[in-house]
């Protein structure tokens, strides 16, 4: 539940930003990319943090890392517990979400 509130808010912040600034309207929307997101880092903390698009993105990155949070602390639960096949189930499931995200980002 935790997850999905951040996420929501943090979209909720970015759509409210994107609103408020007009001069938002005629950039195009960036892909999200590593060279994006180290662009950030150029800008100044305030012009930064004023980007609708990155509390837009930071939003929909929260709410796609709130399964595999889960997984990893179930995983974790399972392995205090003993419960090897449950472990083993749950890191196949990490393995196969973890291979997921590498085609997708290497393609």
């Known amino acids: 539940m935790a997850g999905i509130v951040t996420s929501g808010t943090l979209m909720l912040i970015g759509f409210v930003l994107y609103a408020a600034q007009p001069a938002w309207y005629d950039v195009p929307v960036p892909a999200a990319t ?53 472990v083993i189930i749950t890191t196949v499931v990490l393995a196969v979400i973890g291979v997921s995200i590498v085609f997708a980002v290497v393609h």
Request: proline share 4%; net charge negative.
């Open 34 to 86: 590593f060279a994006w997101f180290g662009s950030l880092f150029e800008e100044s903390g305030v012009a930064a943090l004023l980007n609708p698009y990155l509390s837009l993105y930071s939003g929909i990155f929260a709410l796609m890392l709130t399964p595999i949070l889960r997984l990893v602390i179930t995983g974790w639960t399972f392995l205090v517990e003993r419960d090897w096949r449950y």
